[in-house]
């Protein structure tokens, strides 16, 4: 997700929670906010709470302490989402915690990238493309993979406000396109 597409509230939220984390405990609840993506990402049922209006906030923070138990998240990260549960902003909480994300790398120097692939990669492919990156754009790179079927083949990497559409169904639609015209 670029910095762009995070909405103003989770700016907002994020920053707060930066300067909160700031100097004492910033790696360790950038931890918490990445195994929280995760959780979200992972769990259909979890996303389903999170985004719907009708669970009552008291349901929804005993789900959030709930998680928060299980993945081990530190203090400072587990009232943050109590705040973020009082304040009807639960919804939000993933797009918050990408942008809390997102400020922690910026601050460190380094690129988001996010690439999406047609099917899994091993671990050597990984790093081959995350050194490509860290080379191409002279900055360490934090690249999370996604997949998507979808793409057929190659991949899509994205970078800030950057787009490199090398995915085989864009070339398929842009060879059908040429042979449109050209008939």
Do not use: C, W
């Amino acid at each position: 997700m670029t910095v762009t597409s995070h909405s103003l509230v989770a700016r907002r939220y994020a920053q707060a929670l930066f300067e909160l984390a700031d100097g004492q405990a910033l790696d360790s609840v950038a931890q918490d906010m990445a195994a929280l993506r995760a959780m979200l990402a992972e769990s259909a049922d979890l996303r389903s709470v999170v985004k719907n209006p009708t669970v009552t906030k008291a349901d929804r923070l005993k789900v959030m302490e709930s998680l928060s138990g299980k993945i081990d998240l530190g203090d400072l990260a587990k009232r943050f989402i109590g705040v973020v549960v009082e304040n009807d902003r639960l919804a939000e909480l993933d797009t918050i915690a990408s942008a809390f994300l997102h400020e922690v790398s910026s601050r460190r120097g380094q690129r988001d990238a996010e690439v999406t692939v047609a099917q899994p990669i091993d671990e050597a492919r990984r790093v081959a493309i995350e050194t490509a990156l860290n080379k191409a754009l002279a900055a360490k790179t934090i690249m999370s993979v996604r997949v998507d079927p979808a793409i057929l083949g190659g991949m899509i990497i994205s970078v800030g406000s950057q787009l490199i559409d090398a995915s085989l169904k864009t070339k398929l639609d842009r060879l059908g396109r040429i042979l449109k015209t050209a008939a």
